[in-house]
């Protein structure tokens, strides 16, 4: 499966983005997807999943309550991201994990998309 990530950009603290990821050539219901973060010199870590029905998700501590995962359409997830702080600052990248069950290690996922950069200034 390809996995398309769009949405990121430049906001103040306090502002909103919607990031989408789209996935191409497989069966999407098939996935639990899942965003992960990147900033400069630190580890790629855990953002938030979501389960192959849509019904169960996971949010990492620090974006509980800002930031919300959907699945919509029949390809397509998006990360509502609200209340941005300039720690949120990274590069975003969706991934796919064909597991069953949601997982928060990067290690588990098949399948990633290119990343998308998101800036929040203070």
């Known amino acids: 499966v390809q996995l398309q990530a769009s949405g990121g950009g430049l906001v103040q603290a306090g502002g909103s983005l919607r990031l989408s990821c789209a996935a191409s050539?497989?069966?999407?219901?098939?996935?639990?997807m899942g965003w992960f973060r990147q900033a400069p010199g630190k580890e790629r870590e855990f953002v938030a999943a979501?389960?192959?029905?849509?019904?169960?998700r996971n949010y990492a501590d620090s974006v509980k309550g800002r930031f919300t995962l959907s699945r919509e359409n029949a390809n397509e997830v998006y990360l509502q991201m609200n209340s941005l702080k300039p720690e949120d600052t990274a590069v975003y990248y969706c991934?796919?994990?064909?597991?069953?069950?949601?997982?928060?290690?990067?290690?588990?996922?098949?399948?990633w998309g290119q990343g998308t950069q998101v800036t929040v200034s203070s």
């Open positions: 050539g497989g069966t999407f219901s098939s996935y639990v």
């Open positions: 991934a796919a994990d064909t597991a069953p069950t949601i997982r928060a290690v990067k290690d588990g996922y098949d399948y």
């Open positions: 979501i389960g192959r029905l849509g019904l169960a």
